[in-house]
């Protein structure tokens, strides 16, 4: 069964900084991508980073302050949170794509999310 | 950026009832369109994949159809569980992937 289990939010001041982690098991995580999927209190899902292999993606808002990060030998995805704001504000998953060795940004499995809240 | 915008915004209907939900995106992503279905404090969950194939153990009530810029999701006889926020997605044209402002089915 797969697993994703995603930790590290919290409160942070705006300016301030956190890394989230997502602990994946149940499938040979080094073979897929990964992506960060955040949501926003009452909004829908917004996309954020992708990674597979040495390729890395990044949705504009997010460039220049967020940096994705993967440990294939711990089986562990990372995001590395710069320069938040408030409207950094959300649900921050972790998603794994359906296919191995692909691209194909379809969404199979989520992680249970791990709140992340920017305010002063 | 492709943007997709689903309609209605909220259906209100009874179990056993018939529901379709609308996506329409801004320029045509083939048959390259994502439904999930999300649940009040859940991640979201995926449904239908590339216009019109059910995910793994997704009952055969869900069915997705379209291409181009105009997509439906159709759910039959609904059951209480069925009742929850569903979204679009496009993979066509990324970054960035885009999701839909979602439609709430809600139980009349």
């Known amino acids: 069964e797969v697993q994703l289990l995603e930790s590290g939010g919290g409160l942070v001041q705006p300016g301030g900084s956190l890394r989230l982690s997502c602990v994946a098991s149940?499938?040979?995580?080094?073979?897929?991508?990964m992506n960060w999927v955040r949501q926003a209190p009452g909004r829908g899902p917004e996309w954020v980073s992708y990674i597979r292999d040495s390729r890395i993606h990044y949705a504009d808002s997010m460039k220049g302050r967020f940096t994705i990060s993967r440990d294939d030998s711990k089986n562990t995805l990372y995001l590395q949170m710069n320069s938040l704001r408030v409207d950094d504000t959300a649900v921050y998953y972790c998603?794994?794509?359906?296919?191995?060795?692909?691209?194909?940004?379809?969404?199979?499995?989520w992680g249970q999310g791990t709140l992340v809240t920017v305010s002063s | 950026e492709v943007v997709l915008t689903q309609s209605p915004a909220t259906l209100s209907l009874s179990p056993g009832e018939g529901a379709t939900l609308s996506c329409r995106a801004s320029q045509s992503v083939d048959n390259y369109l994502v439904w999930y279905q999300q649940k009040p404090g859940q991640a979201p969950r995926l449904l239908i994949y590339?216009?019109?194939n059910r995910a793994t153990g997704i009952p055969a009530r869900f069915s997705g159809s379209g291409s181009g810029t105009d997509f439906t999701l159709t759910i039959t006889n609904l059951e209480p569980e069925d009742f929850a926020v569903y979204y679009c997605q496009q993979r066509k044209y990324w970054p960035p992937i885009t999701f839909g402002q979602g439609t709430r089915l809600e139980i009349k």
């Open positions: 149940g499938f040979t995580f080094s073979t897929y991508a």
């Open positions: 998603a794994k794509i359906l296919r191995s060795a692909s691209a194909d940004q379809i969404f199979d499995s």
């Open positions: 590339d216009a019109s």
